[in-house]
């Protein structure tokens, strides 16, 4: 039966109306799987907003072949961004507005995202924990790995004394694409850019083990890479040291592989759940590495 909408490729006048595509399904998605005890879903504020909107920009600009979205005269009704980093090919956001469900939207509008990365050797998808999402994701040859989130005030009297942690720069670049590879086998490359625009970024280099991490402002880990565990563990002592003991802090996208991030996560008495899954395809889950959700 003919499909009664289009796929055609995202352009940066589309990025507007995709970021509120998104935290439409998004919100809805949280609603749907929310559990006790965790906070209200919410829309995203304008800060966060307007942060989605210049990432997305940045991801059209870099990936246009890769990001697509599916209209008919009512609107966008969906969309998949993704990107090629080295020979590795990673999902930055996929969504079909709340409703949608049995018109075909999602398949349709992921496969043309996913022909971007025909000539990779690897994949990573950050998954949430929708079903119809994940199913997508299997049958598209993906090995679907739990994750797992930390979530609570860290009590300043845990914090340990760090050292030979400093704050970072571009000026690291060589420096983070070097560990990105021997971490993830692909760079980050111009999102670097990006994620250092916009978060704290902190740097460990010794001759024992390299590595960075990114701190949002409310602390926590957005995403960090090492080349030991020590540095890692200590990258993200350091970030969890950045909360306020009177907000929660959120550390996201933990594998099993990344136990050590367990270890620090339970010496600070967060609580841990499970949520969403890491799918990978052509590689092993990345270790010691925690995963933005969005540049992976």
């Given at each position: 039966m003919p499909a009664d909408y289009f796929v055609r490729p995202m352009t940066a006048a589309d990025v507007a109306d995709v970021e509120r595509l998104t935290d439409e399904a998004?919100?809805?998605?949280?609603?749907?799987?929310?559990?006790?005890?965790w906070p209200a879903p919410a829309r995203r504020s304008v800060e966060r907003s307007d942060l989605w909107r210049a990432r997305a920009a940045h991801l059209v600009a870099t990936d246009p072949r890769g990001c697509w979205v599916a209209e008919d005269g009512s609107g966008l009704l969906g969309v998949a961004m993704s990107m090629r980093r080295d020979l590795t090919w990673l999902l930055a956001s996929y969504a079909v507005r709340p409703g949608l469900q049995g018109r075909g939207v999602g398949r349709r509008v992921l496969d043309?995202?996913?022909?971007h990365g025909s000539a990779c050797l690897r994949g990573m998808v950050a998954a949430s924990d929708d079903p119809r999402a994940v199913r997508h994701y299997r049958l598209a040859g993906f090995t679907l790995h739990p994750t797992m989130l930390l979530r609570g005030r860290v009590p300043r009297a845990v914090l340990p004394v760090v050292e030979r942690v400093r704050e970072g720069s571009l000026g690291d670049l060589d420096l983070m694409n070097s560990v990105?590879?021997?971490?993830?086998?692909a760079a980050h490359g111009p999102d670097h850019t990006v994620l250092a625009s916009t978060h704290r970024l902190l740097v460990v280099d010794r001759p024992t083990g390299s590595g960075y991490a990114y701190v949002p402002p409310e602390g926590g880990a957005h995403l960090l890479a090492a080349t030991s565990r020590r540095a890692a563990g200590d990258l993200l002592w350091e970030s969890l040291a950045a909360s306020s003991p009177q907000v929660e802090v959120t550390l996201a996208h933990v594998s099993a592989a990344n136990q050590w991030a367990l270890d620090v996560g339970m010496a600070?008495?967060?609580?841990?759940?499970?949520?969403?899954?890491?799918?990978l395809r052509g590689m092993k889950p990345p270790a010691p590495y925690l995963h933005s959700g969005y540049f992976l």
């Amino acid at each position: 039966m003919p499909a009664d909408y289009f796929v055609r490729p995202m352009t940066a006048a589309d990025v507007a109306d995709v970021e509120r595509l998104t935290d439409e399904a998004y919100v809805d998605l949280d609603v749907r799987t929310r559990r006790t005890g965790w906070p209200a879903p919410a829309r995203r504020s304008v800060e966060r907003s307007d942060l989605w909107r210049a990432r997305a920009a940045h991801l059209v600009a870099t990936d246009p072949r890769g990001c697509w979205v599916a209209e008919d005269g009512s609107g966008l009704l969906g969309v998949a961004m993704s990107m090629r980093r080295d020979l590795t090919w990673l999902l930055a956001s996929y969504a079909v507005r709340p409703g949608l469900q049995g018109r075909g939207v999602g398949r349709r509008v992921l496969d043309p995202a996913l022909q971007h990365g025909s000539a990779c050797l690897r994949g990573m998808v950050a998954a949430s924990d929708d079903p119809r999402a994940v199913r997508h994701y299997r049958l598209a040859g993906f090995t679907l790995h739990p994750t797992m989130l930390l979530r609570g005030r860290v009590p300043r009297a845990v914090l340990p004394v760090v050292e030979r942690v400093r704050e970072g720069s571009l000026g690291d670049l060589d420096l983070m694409n070097s560990v990105d590879r021997q971490v993830r086998d692909a760079a980050h490359g111009p999102d670097h850019t990006v994620l250092a625009s916009t978060h704290r970024l902190l740097v460990v280099d010794r001759p024992t083990g390299s590595g960075y991490a990114y701190v949002p402002p409310e602390g926590g880990a957005h995403l960090l890479a090492a080349t030991s565990r020590r540095a890692a563990g200590d990258l993200l002592w350091e970030s969890l040291a950045a909360s306020s003991p009177q907000v929660e802090v959120t550390l996201a996208h933990v594998s099993a592989a990344n136990q050590w991030a367990l270890d620090v996560g339970m010496a600070c008495r967060l609580e841990l759940w499970t949520h969403g899954y890491l799918g990978l395809r052509g590689m092993k889950p990345p270790a010691p590495y925690l995963h933005s959700g969005y540049f992976l």
